[in-house]
């Protein structure tokens, strides 16, 4: 395929039932206008054509043949248009190719509209936030440099945007290729800078949507063409929705993270988080139109009649930025197979200290967004969230998850006051940092993790005992344990010293120890807090409300970046 071709002998089959390959005209048939589709193949020799409707039937995958169709193209390469007809919802297709000859060969297949009709004129702008990942970036500016040099019509510019002032405009080979040094303020901040150098250039030149990229990723180009395509059929009932991809881990690339994201109470879910996606019947599945909230912004295009100066993303530096805005924006992300990028999976990045934005920013969210979540939910959800810690001697969790929602009920005056840098700094001193599993003070046995993972509780007495013991902190401790920093459950701990929070993938954790005064203090912390909720909560709550359209503001925003102290020639062209 180095060659742009595969080469068939008699019998050989190429299938394209993959996540890539197959064409979603369930979506296409709701979502944009075209209703008549074909296949445009190139190829030489002699072949079989089948195309087949692919589709979930009680669980089940049903592939069913509509068409089968025999071409020869007399020894010459040519291209062949195969109709598929009018589609309906919920359809998926797909084709397989057949050598009946030798020496065949296949360059080339895509999914056509058999309708003319006028196309809305897309122009994109991309807005990379970074910080201090220099090879990741350049990687990713390196690719679409490559894609555009073989695709004269693919106009995207790219804004990138430098939390870490550590990019050189000189590596920046291209003029459609914009840096923005900026003071870090997180991935809203970030984010934010983006969009109000948008606003300047809508001014001159017409954007009709930005796609937001985390700088962390692994992106083929080819995506953006696709949403592109997309975009330029759209409905227009459709047009204000935005555009999501899925995120797929970049150490097991066909696992799914998620595509779109719901929200339920205060917590956030991902949609069809899991699935193999090398499994036809789950790219399927994944195709479902299964209403999600918002879209994360490793890959999100919003259109920019909602990027104004008066509707900016809300300064809590990062986390629930996106969820915010996904559901202030109120419509439902379209999300297509194909349409995605590759991140290095959250089990593999833990922090705890990021738990202070995690608690304070969800209840910013919550404020401004869910008048349903009352403080009844949010102290029974804190007391929950705070006796899980500690019941895993994670006292340092505690602490940072109750510093967030101390900083809460600070109000939004506090925050609006902040150097979001220098917050960042003293909360990122906080909480457990990961070492190197093989130089901790427990020694790592992988047959005693797989142990602990397993610990249950007996029977219905054990369980009594763990209860009126408090999980065995009454009683005394003799031993330790190796258990997992994600899923940890508090019976592993049951009448432990001591306990090494260990991740497999990355071989890497923290130790931590029984210690019956941080208990105490972790519980006289949460103690004030709830009288803190109940006397203050509803007062901050509406506060937030009443402060929300300045604090998405770009005049909060400009002086919050001290766009105007760096001055606009700090904008670097290249």
Excluded at 102 to 131: H, P, W
Excluded at 170 to 186: Q, S
Excluded at 415 to 443: V, W
Aim: aromatic share 14%.
């Amino acid at each position: 395929w180095k060659e742009r071709k595969f080469e068939l002998n008699t019998g050989g089959i190429l299938d394209f039932d993959t996540y890539f390959n197959m064409f979603s005209a369930g979506k296409w048939y709701k979502y944009t206008m075209i209703q008549d589709f074909g296949i445009r193949l190139r190829l030489r020799g002699v072949f079989e054509i089948k195309i087949f409707d692919m589709q979930q039937c009680y669980g089940n995958m049903r592939k069913e043949l509509i068409h089968v169709e025999r071409i020869d193209t007399k020894g010459k390469t040519e291209e062949k248009m195969i109709p598929i007809g009018r589609t309906g919802k919920n359809r998926q297709y797909t084709f397989q190719v057949t050598a009946k000859d030798e020496n065949c060969f296949f360059y080339s297949g895509e999914y056509v509209s058999l309708q003319k009709m006028q196309t809305r004129d897309i122009s994109i702008a991309i807005i990379f936030c970074t910080y201090r990942r220099e090879k990741y970036i350049t990687d990713n500016l390196r690719r679409f440099v490559e894609y555009r040099k073989n695709k004269e019509d693919y106009s995207v510019e790219i804004y990138v945007v430098d939390n870490g002032k550590s990019l050189n405009a000189e590596t920046l080979e291209c003029g459609w290729i914009h840096l923005f040094p900026n003071m870090n303020a997180g991935g809203s901040g970030g984010y934010t800078r983006g969009m109000l150098e948008l606003i300047e250039v809508q001014k001159k030149k017409k954007i009709t949507h930005c796609i937001l990229m985390d700088d962390d990723i692994v992106i083929d180009p080819a995506v953006v063409e696709r949403t592109i395509y997309f975009l330029q059929y759209v409905k227009q009932e459709y047009y204000g929705n935005p555009f999501g991809g899925a995120m797929l881990r970049n150490d097991v690339p066909y696992i799914q993270f998620e595509n779109g994201g719901k929200i339920h109470g205060d917590k956030v879910m991902p949609v069809h988080s899991g699935y193999d996606l090398r499994n036809p019947g789950n790219c399927i599945q994944n195709e479902r139109l299964t209403f999600s909230d918002y879209n994360a912004w490793w890959y999100c295009a919003i259109p920019m009649e909602y990027v104004r100066e008066d509707n900016l993303p809300m300064p809590v530096f990062v986390r629930y930025d996106d969820v915010e805005y996904g559901t202030r924006i109120g419509k439902e992300p379209i999300l297509l197979n194909g349409v995605c990028v590759w991140h290095d999976s959250f089990e593999n990045k833990y922090s705890s200290s990021m738990l202070y934005y995690d608690y304070r920013n969800n209840l910013i969210m919550t404020s401004v967004r869910q008048k349903e979540y009352n403080l009844q939910k949010v102290i029974q959800d804190v007391k929950k969230a705070v006796d899980m810690e500690i019941l895993l001697y994670r006292y340092e969790n505690a602490v940072s998850i109750l510093a967030g929602i101390q900083d809460f009920l600070k109000g939004p005056e506090w925050l609006m006051k902040q150097n979001p840098e220098e917050l960042h700094r003293q909360i990122s001193k906080n909480g457990y940092k990961l070492s190197d599993a093989d130089g901790l003070e427990i020694s790592l046995d992988i047959s005693w993790y797989h142990i602990c993972c397993a610990i249950e509780d007996c029977d219905k007495l054990h369980k009594w005992v763990r209860y009126i013991s408090q999980n065995g902190r009454l009683l005394p401790a003799d031993r330790t344990v190796i258990i997992p920093i994600y899923g940890a459950r508090p019976v592993q701990l049951y009448r432990a010293a001591a306990a090494m929070h260990y991740n497999e993938n990355t071989n890497q954790g923290f130790v931590t120890v029984k210690d019956t005064a941080k208990y105490r203090q972790c519980k006289k912390m949460l103690k004030q807090i709830i009288f803190q909720l109940k006397r203050d909560y509803v007062k901050v709550k509406n506060e937030y409300v009443t402060y929300f359209p300045i604090l998405s503001s770009a005049r909060f925003w400009r002086n919050y970046l001290q766009i105007e102290k760096q001055g606009e020639n700090e904008n670097v062209k290249k």
